[in-house]
């Protein structure tokens, strides 16, 4: 089976792909990625020359490329992770994420239909549902309320994939997960940033009092799921996925600074974002029964793992953080 993998070349993406070559040795993986900031092409640069993978650099709301690739590759299945993603950055600026988010997944669906895949797998975040009180649970059922243009523009390109599932009987599923964390992880999110912080001995900015709560997932537990949804999942149907891993942000941070010997004293309290979100929590047990799914990694031993992963690869980090995989891509695939 030929499956394309939008934003392969990201975080979730690019241990999404290394997942699938892992796991279904049967199978050959397209990896379509624009390479904005959060898309690393070093992420997967051992895999060139493996002839079941395939990195296309282009923008997903490119029609003519989409259709391109569609029918050279005779894509059998999508799993559609590229998207802008940052809440900080939409609400700098929205626009982006309405055209990448939203019109790049009609331009996808569109071509789904056209082509006849087998299954459309719509990678989406439990931020769609907005925030929880301090009870209580996200299921499938919760009703839509995001709060910041990057959720808004998500929860509107769910609403679409769920159409094209109506309407055209495309083979839609949706997934909604929650934080994930793990390698490869662009610093501008919670846990790398705050790792990649102290370890240079930088203040760690902390939103507000520190106690809005995430639910943490590893990506590779999320991946694993994706993959369930892929091959199990029902058409039309939404999946969470979590990881009963609830931890206010506060604590997190100070987690970090203790699985890399720094001071609280690093902390630094500054002033909240705009309609920050005060908690999410996901219910799981769709998946779990459904897709017959479990996450496999305890989040203790997982987050010691991932401290591990970023202080034992500096200078990969050190790298996205300067700009300096810009080049590194310029010289890798320049001109091809």
Request: charged fraction near 25%.
């Amino acid at each position: 089976m030929n499956v394309l993998v939008t934003g392969g070349s990201g975080f979730i993406g690019s241990n999404l792909v290394r997942l699938l070559l892992a796991e279904r040795p049967e199978w050959r993986i397209v990896n379509l990625d624009k390479l904005t900031y959060a898309g690393n092409a070093e992420n997967l640069a051992d895999l060139e020359g493996n002839p079941r993978y395939r990195f296309v650099r282009g923008d997903i709301c490119n029609g003519e490329l989409i259709a391109d690739v569609f029918r050279t590759e005779k894509i059998h299945a999508v799993l559609h992770l590229a998207a802008e993603s940052h809440v900080d950055r939409s609400i700098l600026s929205p626009s982006i994420f309405i055209e990448t988010n939203v019109r790049g997944t009609q331009v996808l669906l569109e071509a789904a239909r056209e082509f006849g895949v087998r299954r459309f797998v719509h990678v989406s975040t439990d931020e769609v549902y907005g925030s929880l009180g301090p009870t209580g649970l996200f299921t499938e059922q919760t009703p839509l309320d995001p709060s910041s243009p990057y959720s808004a523009s998500k929860a509107s390109s769910d609403l679409l994939a769920l159409a094209y599932a109506h309407t055209f009987k495309l083979p839609v599923v949706v997934t909604r997960c929650s934080n994930n964390y793990g390698p490869y992880q662009f610093p501008e999110k919670l846990i790398p940033l705050m790792i990649a912080n102290a370890l240079r001995d930088l203040p760690l900015p902390v939103y507000g009092d520190g106690m809005n709560v995430r639910d943490w997932i590893h990506v590779e537990d999320h991946g694993r799921g994706l993959l369930a949804a892929l091959e199990k999942g029902e058409d039309g149907q939404v999946y969470n996925f979590g990881a009963s891993s609830e931890r206010h942000n506060i604590d997190i941070v100070k987690q970090v600074l203790r699985l890399v010997g720094k001071p609280e004293s690093l902390i630094k309290y500054v002033t909240d974002r705009p309609g920050h979100d005060r908690r999410y929590a996901i219910d799981s047990t769709k998946a779990r029964t459904q897709l017959g799914w479990a996450p496999r990694h305890g989040f203790e031993d997982a987050l010691a793992a991932t401290v591990r992963w970023y202080v034992e690869r500096r200078q990969w980090w050190e790298r996205i953080i300067s700009g300096e995989y810009l080049k590194y891509y310029e010289k890798q695939y320049g001109g091809r």
